[in-house]
C-alpha cells in the first residue's frame, strides 16, 4: 500500500505529462483496429466483413479500457481526478457495449455465423451478461450490497470474448505476419487485464482487513 500511495502521489505531482502519456496510449490502442483490418488480406473489399471486424475490434479494446480504468481507479484519479475517471470509464464501458451489440447483430443478420463452430454461441452470452453488468453499475446506488460482486463479471466476459475470438475470429485464424501481431497485441491487453484484476482483488482484501480491524475494538467493547 505504501508503493500505491508514492505512484498515486507521483502521479499527481505530474499530472499533465502523464494525462499526455495515458492520451497517447489511448490513441495508439483506438488506432490499431483499423489498421489491422487494412493489413489483413482483403482489406476493406467486402464492407460488411470489414464492419463486423471493426465493430468487434473496437469493442474488445474498450471493454479493455474499461476494465483497466476500473481495476487502476486509484490512479486514475490521481491524473484526471475523480470526475475525468468516471467520465472516461463510463464511456468507454458503453461504447465497448454498443459496438458489441452492433457486431452481433450483423452476425446475426448478415447470417455470418453460419460459417463458424458452437464457439460463436460465446458472444450472445457474454453480450448478455455485459448488459446485466452495465445495468447492476448504472443502478448500484440500490443495488450497493450486490452491484461490486456482479461488475466482476466483467472479468470473465473479458476472457470469453478473447477464447472466441481465438477459436473464430478473422484476424485471429489467418496465418499471417498482421494475424500474429494482433494475437500478440490482444495477448498483452490480456495480460495486463490479468494484472488489474489482481489489483483489484489485493485493494479489496485490504480493505476488508481495515474493516475488520476498525470493527474489532467496537466489537469488544
Known amino acids: 500500500m505504501v508503493r500505491e500511495k508514492q505512484a498515486r502521489t507521483f502521479l499527481k505531482d505530474h499530472r499533465d505529462p502523464a494525462a499526455g502519456v495515458a492520451a497517447v496510449l489511448a490513441a495508439g490502442m483506438l488506432a490499431a483496429p483499423p489498421i489491422i483490418i487494412g493489413l489483413a488480406p482483403g ?16 469493442a474488445f479494446t474498450l471493454i479493455f479500457m474499461n476494465i483497466v480504468t476500473g481495476a487502476f481507479a486509484p490512479y486514475f484519479y490521481a491524473i484526471f481526478k475523480a470526475r ?9 464501458g458503453a461504447a465497448g457495449f454498443l459496438l458489441a451489440l452492433a457486431h ?26 455485459l448488459a446485466l453488468t452495465i445495468w ?10 450486490v452491484w461490486r460482486s456482479i461488475h466482476v463479471i466483467n472479468y470473465a466476459i473479458f476472457v470469453a470474448v478473447f477464447v472466441k ?38 485493494r479489496y482484501r485490504t480493505q476488508v482487513a481495515r474493516r475488520k480491524a476498525v470493527a474489532a475494538p467496537a466489537a469488544e467493547e
Open 84 to 92: 475525468g475517471e468516471y467520465l472516461i470509464h463510463t464511456v468507454t
Open 165 to 202: 475470438a481465438v477459436l473464430i475470429g478473422t484476424d485471429f485464424t489467418l496465418t499471417t505476419s498482421d494475424s500474429y501481431a494482433v494475437m500478440v497485441l490482444f495477448s498483452v491487453y490480456m495480460g495486463i487485464a490479468g494484472l488489474a484484476m489482481l489489483s483489484r482483488l489485493r
Open 104 to 129: 452481433g447483430l450483423l452476425v446475426v443478420t448478415q447470417r455470418t455465423y453460419l460459417s463458424f463452430g458452437a464457439a460463436w454461441v460465446i458472444g450472445p452470452v457474454t453480450l448478455i451478461l
Open 136 to 145: 447492476v453499475a448504472l443502478d448500484r446506488d440500490r443495488l450497493k450490497k
Open 43 to 58: 482489406g476493406y473489399a467486402n464492407w460488411v466483413l470489414w464492419i463486423e471486424r471493426l465493430t468487434a475490434l473496437y
